[in-house]
């Protein structure tokens, strides 16, 4: 991909990546606010609601998405999105108590919805159509190997300074992500009307698929990494880290993409996604019988692998469907989508583990991944043909 674009959009996709890594240091910052959930007497259910509540704003951003757009332009938006996780970072570094978290998560699904979309955006403008999903894959390399960074400080830091001092670095983060922010090219905010076009309904059979498609995309990769350490934490016998299946998958996630992203386009896209959904859902299968530390990390790499691909692929797909001043629109709409699946619908799932076992929820899942899967590849190249019909003979 590389090759293929012109010098000014190659440092541009490079600034967007170096903006993608600051970004994603601040955003690892929000795994550790369910320790301070703990920490302030707080419950696991009180931690569930307040991260089910920072998806209010993602909502709030997708319905008003064409507004924001005709006002504000990416480098704007992201500015913003910086802004809110800078003031979210001082109000749980001071927080005394779990009241004080309520604003912070609201403050952090504002941050998401404004810098993880014109994030995506930047990265999509600055390669050619046919790349969208190598770009894709590149800011979402750049953002976890922020949040990767930033754990391993945070878990050097936290023992001396505390957990709540620990949020007073992506806070210094964000402030030189928003003076780095001068470099993104100013695009254009949208046209003044299309304010007025945001009333009319737009793709409604197109919103069907992207939320069908990314919430079955964020399950597989939220149900697996929750449920897995839960599961061991709550088996006699398997009494080991869940590090093996969690360091495997992250790190089988950033060199799949490293790679083999370039294989996300052309002709050969069509026989990955194939291949990905088949064996994301037989790795998720045979997850349910796992029993030693290697059967869990054995398999954690094709499940790392084939969802490193899926989620650049289907995400750029969805994005290609709307014309290039919605691009940005969408894009919040599909993140809201995955960010249902991820975090939303696990609890569903968690009253099956309680009834049915663990296990159980894992063989549903790849069910759901395979039909998902299906449907998903026969409507997207078009493999559901009538057959032509053939003349007869005299």
Known sequence: MWKEIAPDMRRQLIIVLGLG?????????????????????GSATVAGMLLVMSLLPVLLVALNGRRIAARWTLRQQLRM?????????????SAPNLAWLIPAMLLSGFGYAFAFGPLLTSATDAAPKAYYAQAISYISLSV???????SIIAAIAEPQFGTRGIF?????????????????PHAKALPADAADDAKKPRHAGS??????????????FGLPLQF???????????????????????????????????????EREQHVVK?????????????????????????AIPYGAAYSLLYPSCMAY??????????GVRSTWVLLAFEIGTRCLPFLFGIIADHGGFPLTFEILAVLIAAAGVWHVIKRFNLWRPAASVPLAD
């Open 21 to 41: 890594l600051l970004c994603g240091w601040v955003m690892g910052a929000q795994f550790y606010v369910a320790r301070l959930v703990h920490q302030l007497n």
């Open 81 to 93: 999105g910086l802004l809110c996780y800078a003031v979210q970072m001082v109000l749980l570094a």
């Open 144 to 150: 976890q190997l922020g949040i990767g960074t930033f």
């Open 168 to 184: 007073w670095l992506p806070l210094a983060l964000a402030l030189v992500a928003m003076v780095f922010c001068r470099y993104l």
């Open 207 to 220: 919103m069907f698929e992207v939320f069908i498609l990314m919430a079955i995309l964020g399950l597989t």
């Open 228 to 266: 897995v350490p839960m599961w061991l934490g709550a088996s006699r016998e398997l009494s080991f880290s869940p590090g093996y299946f969690l360091t495997t998958t992250f790190f089988t996630i950033m060199t799949t993409r490293i790679f083999f992203g370039h294989w996300l386009n052309g």
């Open 275 to 299: 291949t990905c959904f088949t064996v994301a859902a037989i790795a998720i299968a045979v997850l349910g019988f796992a029993h030693s530390p290697l059967q869990f990390a054995l398999c």
């Open 318 to 327: 969805l994005i290609k469907q709307v014309d290039e001043a919605d691009r």
